[in-house]
């Protein structure tokens, strides 16, 4: 439901920007100030990334979620109520960052109090209630005025806090501050098997020691960990994952989906063709969260980066052939008219095609895996920092996608940014080949083997001995 608070955000912008450019609009604002409207929230969403990970360890994660459900409320409540740009643009920041302190916290906290065995489906959850999220706004602006959506969005987030109110906290963070009878008791909870519950306590005390050898977890503990290989190579992994998840071009075909649909000459109707992909994008998601319990996510990594990379490359096919036709006249990305359709074949049916296989392919892998194959890879003792610094870069590509499209159009022409997408995602698909491992019911500990360095021996006897013993 957390995530679901997100979605309201991130398709608050579609429903309120045409009202607020109308000529009777309450607050005066032109085209400039809507685009920082609608990309403030990614500076909000750095800036609680950042700090969310830092908060989350100095008071828990359950305390956290906590914090951010009433800054969210805040937010939503000063842009129901607003009466001048600079108010409304206070509410976007403010719910920009308890959006942060969400991506972040949520996803670690599910990591950590979910089974090996769930944990796929666990993850994938939040950006199934993102994609609702999404959708119910973009239903609920279809017929209320904005201000009126903006305090609905306000209660979700207070939903949110009373049902954390009686939840657990993390285990794993107890353990890290000491508080082995209070973990001990909050895992019983969570696993209702008392015995289960005592070997997992006694597993994570474990890890805690032999990871940070008996020093206490500290922000400076943690900071210098970073130099360590193999979390530094986790870290840049994450990084990278992030970097084909933003730059494959989901978010701006979410944010320009009704102007490329006129563009490319709509095929029913471009608001229709809008929400129709908020339906593909939601449904997708839900069945990902079947398909992540019996396939592997490396498979599902390939298989969604091939689809979306063989769709936006025929998009820009097909952005060519129109643009080689001359069939667009004056059309432009920044005020797109229904162009002329050709006589001589109809393929006004492939822009909603291509895209629609594009949500579907993003949805069942690049839009879901990475944000919970992160914070599993992460030792637990830099687990928040690493996701605050890896969430806020991802945001920060978020804002560079978004911001720089329109003048991507128009230095590579649109055939030329779907092809570029094409090639993000067809890398993304050959990183996760060669550099992603295979992380599907594996514990804390054997992830964590897998980043080790193995150990070097000077001879074959002193491997055979290591090894039988």
Not at 144 to 163: I, K, N
Not at 306 to 317: I, N, V
Request: with cysteine.
């Amino acid at each position: 439901m957390a995530l679901f608070a997100t979605g309201n955000i991130l398709g608050f912008s579609s429903v309120s920007i045409p009202s607020l450019l109308s000529k009777d609009s309450e607050i005066e604002a032109d085209a400039d100030d809507m685009s920082w409207m609608a990309s403030l929230i990614t500076i909000g969403c750095i800036v609680g990334n950042l700090v969310g990970g830092l908060t989350a360890d100095a008071i828990g994660r359950k305390r956290t979620i906590l914090l951010s459900s009433l800054m969210y409320t805040v937010g939503w409540v000063i842009i129901s109520q607003s009466t001048v740009l600079a108010d409304l643009l206070t509410g976007r920041m403010l719910t920009g960052i308890a959006s942060g302190f969400y991506s972040v916290t949520v996803q670690v906290y599910v990591c950590e109090i979910a089974d090996p065995e769930i944990r796929g489906v666990s993850g994938s959850l939040p950006t199934f209630m993102v994609s609702l999220g999404i959708l119910i706004v973009w239903c609920l602006g279809s017929v209320v005025h904005w201000r009126t959506v903006a305090l609905v969005c306000g209660g979700f987030p207070m939903f949110v806090f009373f049902y954390v109110l009686f939840l657990p906290e993390s285990p794993v963070w107890l353990i890290s501050r000491g508080q082995q009878p209070e973990a001990l008791k909050n895992l019983t909870w969570l696993k209702n098997d008392p015995e289960e519950a005592q070997q997992e306590c006694m597993r994570l005390q474990y890890l805690k020691e032999r990871r940070i050898a008996h020093k206490p977890i500290s922000v400076r503990n943690s900071c210098s960990r970073f130099f360590d290989t193999s979390v530094l190579k986790r870290l840049l992994m994450g990084v990278t994952l992030f970097f084909v998840q933003q730059f494959c071009g989901q978010y701006c075909i979410v944010f320009y989906a009704t102007m490329i649909f006129r563009y490319a000459d709509h095929f029913i109707n471009d608001y229709l063709e809008t929400i129709a992909l908020g339906f593909v994008r939601m449904f997708a998601t839900l069945v990902a969260l079947f398909l992540i319990t019996f396939m592997r996510r490396r498979t599902l990594l390939v298989l969604s980066g091939l689809l979306m990379s063989l769709s936006t490359g025929l998009l820009g096919g097909y952005f060519l052939l129109r643009e080689y036709e001359g069939d667009f006249g004056n059309s432009t990305f920044s005020h797109p008219q229904v162009p002329l359709a050709l006589e001589a074949i109809n393929i006004e049916w492939v822009p909603l095609a291509c895209l629609i296989t594009f949500m579907s392919g993003y949805s069942i892998g690049w839009g879901i895996i990475p944000w919970f194959l992160i914070p599993e890879i992460m030792p637990s003792d830099v687990r928040s920092i690493a996701c605050s610094i890896a969430f806020g870069i991802n945001q920060l590509f978020l804002f560079t996608s978004v911001k720089i499209f329109l003048d991507m159009v128009e230095l590579l022409d649109a055939h030329g940014v779907f092809w570029f997408y094409s090639g993000v995602a067809l890398f993304g698909t050959a990183f996760v080949l060669l550099c992603v491992p295979e992380t599907a019911n594996l514990d804390s500990a054997e992830i964590e083997e897998i980043f080790q360095p193995r150990p070097k021996y000077n001879t074959f006897e002193e491997e055979r001995l290591e090894t039988d013993f």
